[in-house]
């Protein structure tokens, strides 16, 4: 298969495992077994198409992807032929007779399909409008009757279907058969009757259900939780990372007006295909306080930036634990252990993480954690060996009073159903206890004596590593409150409390091209090739620094 948006182009296919050929009179080379569909993307040219995925089976079934090669008697779909050597293919923009086979076929599709675009969620970002502007663009000659389907049906706890609007791609159907295996869908009837439904006994209510409506091309599969909540075109959308645990799922997080009101799973397929779980995607709201710190405060009090650090100035050496919240950014861990090593010596440093058991299906694709960077913590050299063991050990010497000093960096630096009242009276009897986090409502806000507002990580951008060691950016999808710093900065300004900086940045981006200029094991990679895909460290580290 030819390279994809998400994917790393083959660097090192045989030559005899090559196939030379021409699609619109361009040349192009690709691995066998490619389909026309793949080859045409790899030379920027767009075949329609709607039944095919390049993660799913070819179902062949929408026609749309028709193109005509020359020698063969009639056209062909590009979704199931694969590419052969010397073979000259037409597409749309060169071939009259595909064009108009495209437009045809689009205006069959559109017969039963009813024309409430201006109330169907999908307006906006839905493949059956942006090709009827473009491959057929007509008024309907149709006179009778529509067929009339099941309206506003639930699957299931997540998803909607619409029947009229249906075209019968079958890629949600494929999909619980062939990734989840759980085959809750089906087809019923034939022809202009036929539709989708749930089997009998069952919901479509597996961990990744969500991901149907993702796939759905038009409006006939939506989210529950977000149906009729916003237009697409009112929303500022951003590529980013899912931080739900470490799995690094690629994500596209639609926000209007400061809130989170769209999720997609974006393809990539060494990380997430173009699937994501349910707990991911409906759950960004949980990284964001309903009440925010928004000043620094000593025992209750609204304090100065500046008198706050004076108050945390006495952190350090014998006595003293830090407990790291898993989903901070590498460039974070590394500020962190530049400042442990230069004026903490001696304090002991903790990460939460913690393990959980997963059903099968939630095993396709979610990691046993909520730590979305324990990896990067490793790679910064912060921490290493048995995270939970060490961890657990910390937290059962936290609550023994073995600690005079702690310090919290973010939200999460403890599980949240262990921060039981032996753990809050550990910090409220500590000499010093140092909070950087976003929640003022938490309990560990109320129980620190020194607060700094620090920020979720979908308001800052950085790096992640993944479960499997694929480098990630975060890009960030949130504007954070007035008055909020991201814990790098906090850090720095700690450091600055000490004796001296950590780092000049004075941006999240100008942060990462630092650390990235700094950092010998990712010499050569660029943040565009970071963004473009991520970067195999297992590869790096075994063929060493390009």
Request: aromatic share 6%; glycine share 8%; with cysteine.
């Amino acid at each position: 298969m030819a390279a994809t948006e998400g994917q790393n182009t083959p660097t090192s296919v045989p030559a005899s495992e090559m196939v030379n050929l021409t699609i619109d009179g361009k040349p192009t080379r690709v691995p066998k077994g490619t389909n026309v569909i793949e080859a045409a993307r790899a030379l920027g040219i767009d075949i329609p198409h709607y039944c095919y995925h390049p993660c799913l089976s070819v179902a062949g079934n929408c026609r749309m992807c028709q193109v005509r090669v020359k020698g063969m008697p009639k056209m062909e779909i590009g979704c199931n032929l694969q590419v052969r050597e010397g073979m000259e293919v037409s597409t749309q923009h060169t071939s009259k007779e595909v064009a108009d086979t495209q437009a045809a076929v689009l205006e069959f599709i559109l017969i039963n399909h009813p024309l409430d675009c201006t109330v169907c969620d999908q307006a906006g970002q839905c493949k059956l409008q942006d090709y009827h502007y473009q491959y057929n663009a007509r008024p309907s000659r149709f006179l009778e009757e529509k067929e009339h389907k099941v309206k506003a049906q639930p699957l299931g706890p997540t998803v909607m279907l619409d029947g009229e609007r249906c075209i019968m791609c079958t890629r949600c159907i494929r999909f619980c058969e062939e990734i989840t295996k759980t085959r809750e869908l089906g087809m019923l009837n034939r022809g202009d009757r036929s539709v989708i439904a749930v089997h009998p006994g069952k919901e479509l209510n597996n961990p990744l259900s969500g991901t149907v409506a993702d796939l759905c091309p038009v409006g006939a599969l939506t989210h529950r939780p977000w149906r009729f909540n916003t237009r697409i075109w009112f929303t500022k959308q951003t590529d980013s990372i899912c931080p739900g645990c470490s799995s690094g799922c690629n994500v596209r997080v639609a926000v209007r007006d400061g809130h989170v009101v769209q999720v997609k799973g974006r393809l990539n397929t060494a990380v997430n295909q173009e699937w994501l779980c349910d707990e991911g995607r409906y759950g960004f709201e949980r990284f964001l306080a309903q009440s925010r710190l928004t000043a620094p405060s000593i025992a209750g009090k609204s304090v100065t930036l500046q008198e706050a650090l004076t108050g945390a100035n006495r952190l350090g050496g014998e006595g003293t634990v830090i407990f790291v919240a898993p989903d901070l950014l590498i460039e974070e861990y590394a500020l962190l252990k530049n400042l442990i090593e230069r004026s903490w010596r001696g304090a002991r440093v903790a990460l939460a993480y913690r393990e959980r058991s997963l059903t099968e299906v939630e095993k396709i694709l979610i990691s046993p954690d909520y730590a979305a960077n324990f990896r990067g913590a490793e790679f910064s050299g912060m921490v290493e060996g048995d995270l939970a063991a060490s961890y657990q050990a910390a937290l059962a010497d936290l609550k023994a009073g073995k600690f005079s000093k702690v310090l919290l960096v973010g939200d999460r630096s403890l599980v949240a159903d262990e921060i039981d009242e032996a753990v809050l009276a550990a910090l409220r009897g500590a000499s010093l206890s140092v909070a950087i986090v976003s929640d003022a409502g938490s309990k560990l806000a109320a129980a620190c004596s020194v607060l700094l507002p620090g920020r979720s990580i979908l308001e800052k951008s950085g790096l992640l590593i993944n479960r499997k060691r694929r480098l990630q950016y975060a890009d960030r999808v949130l504007d954070a409150p007035q008055g909020t710093e991201p814990e790098w900065r906090l850090l720095n300004r700690l450091a600055e409390a000490c004796g001296g900086r950590l780092t000049g940045a004075l941006a999240d981006r100008e942060l990462t091209l630092a650390y990235l200029a700094g950092e010998p094991r990712l010499a050569g990679h660029t943040m565009a090739e970071i963004k473009a895909g991520g970067i195999d460290l297992t590869a790096t580290a075994a063929g060493g620094a390009r």
